[in-house]
């Protein structure tokens, strides 16, 4: 088989660039590792930039986000037992919208199947060849047989644990990383959120979130051990540790169900640089992760396929290579951006283990900084909003 672009993974960024391309007539082949139901299922964040928002609606598919998501303009932080609201309409002019990506995934799949573009799940032994000539190509096997697709570029969508980013040797990738010492449980349950708005509050047993996915559906975190596991939190002692680390104000409405989900998530902030190597481009969570704190992961997934798609289609339209060449350093310029907010929203909100009264004391007292001055909302709220593109 022949295409254009072959995009391995079918995460939201495989898939939006597939739909992009496909509706600017640029033949595209995804090969994703796993079934469509289990890309479904995963549970992931929900908070979208509007640069995210206007892209999903360019790509066609934002008919029910613009129906079902809600739009934030403002969030909570709180330490001692307060809360204040960052909003983000003053602050910054723009807002957020809450929509899961869970469902921005099923939207992308179905516009996918309407369209007939080539999908190819559940390949297994994909592998990519040539992606330094003119002529590279990608093989996989489906029960059993083998595949080959030629191509003229392939576009790295496939992950953390993704081979894209592994094609490029060592000595040409610079990778920067921070792991941090500690992990967030998360619980989904069908109850109607705390707040209208998030809460992120620091607290001296930990950090806790309260987000939403609609107004049945609330998502909750709290940080956790490493060591720990899911299946030993039971989910009396998970709310009442949640009400604890909120301002009584926040927790006293706390309506409490069974969970529909519970589990672990590490938190990591990692970039590869370079973001491309000969004919091959990564994108998304294949060539950078950020900690969940700043909700800039699937952002930054789409940020990196609206340059990637801008560029494609600049060179079939034109044969026109500057922004393919530009795609590294313009991508990561934006990204760098995220890691540094992201990494801050978790230094300032989360215990670390062996942190001192005296660093408590100053995260407490940065978090009244931000709430008295107006010039660090502006900042915070900024970087919450997202840089534009
Ligand atoms: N071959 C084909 N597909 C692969 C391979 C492979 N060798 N390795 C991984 N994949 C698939 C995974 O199964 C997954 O569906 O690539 C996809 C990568 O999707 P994500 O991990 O969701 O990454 P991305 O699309 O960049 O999305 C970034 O979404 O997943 C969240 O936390 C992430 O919010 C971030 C955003
Ligand atoms: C979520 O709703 O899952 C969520 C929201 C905001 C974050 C992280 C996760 O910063």
């Not at 066609?60 to 909003?87: P, T």
């Not at 990196?304 to 795609?327: C, G, I, N, P, S």
């Not at 995220?338 to 005296?358: N, V």
Request: some cysteine.
């Amino acid at each position: 088989m022949r295409t254009q672009v072959a995009i391995i993974g079918g995460g939201p960024a495989g898939l939006l660039l597939a739909q992009l391309l496909n509706r600017a007539n640029i033949a595209t082949a995804l090969i994703e590792r796993q079934s469509r139901h289990y890309v479904q299922k995963r549970i992931r964040a929900g908070v979208l930039e509007w640069g995210t928002v206007e892209t999903l609606r360019k790509a066609g598919v934002g008919k029910r986000m613009d129906a079902e998501g809600l739009i934030h303009e403002g969030c909570y932080l709180a330490a001692q037992n307060r809360r204040f609201r960052v909003d983000f309409k003053k602050s910054s002019g723009n807002r957020v919208m809450i929509y899961g990506q869970t469902e921005v995934t099923k939207d992308l799949y179905e516009a996918l199947e309407q369209a007939s573009a080539e999908v190819i799940d559940e390949a297994s032994a994909v592998e990519l060849h040539d992606v330094v000539t003119e002529k590279p190509f990608v093989t996989y096997q489906k029960f059993g047989v083998e595949h080959r697709i030629d191509c003229d570029f392939i576009a790295g969508c496939d992950g953390f644990h993704g081979i894209s980013r592994l094609m490029i040797p060592l000595e040409q990738r610079k990778e920067f990383e921070r792991v941090y010492p500690f992990g967030w449980l998360g619980v989904l349950s069908e109850t109607p959120p705390v707040s209208h708005e998030l809460v992120y509050a620091n607290h001296a047993r930990g950090f806790a979130l309260a987000s939403m996915r609609n107004p049945n559906l609330s998502r909750y975190y709290i940080q956790v051990s490493l060591e720990d596991k899911a299946e030993d939190w039971s989910d009396d002692a998970f709310w009442d540790e949640l009400r604890c680390r909120l301002p009584t104000e926040v927790s006293e409405a706390l309506i409490t169900g069974p969970p529909i989900e519970k589990s672990i998530a590490p938190l990591r902030s990692f970039v590869c640089e370079t973001m491309r190597w000969g004919n091959l481009f990564l994108c998304g969570d294949a060539a950078h992760i950020v900690p969940p704190t700043g909700a800039k992961g699937l952002n930054l997934a789409v940020s990196d396929v609206h340059y990637l798609f801008e560029a494609l289609k600049l060179r079939y339209a034109a044969h026109d290579d500057h922004l393919l060449d530009q795609y590294s350093a313009t991508a990561l310029a934006r990204v760098w951006k995220a890691i540094r907010f992201s990494w801050w929203m978790t230094t300032l909100l989360h215990r670390f283990p062996q942190q001192t009264d005296f660093e408590q004391r100053i995260q407490e007292s940065e978090i009244d900084y931000i709430a008295t001055s107006q010039a660090a909302q502006c900042v915070m709220a900024e970087n919450y909003v997202g840089s534009p593109y």
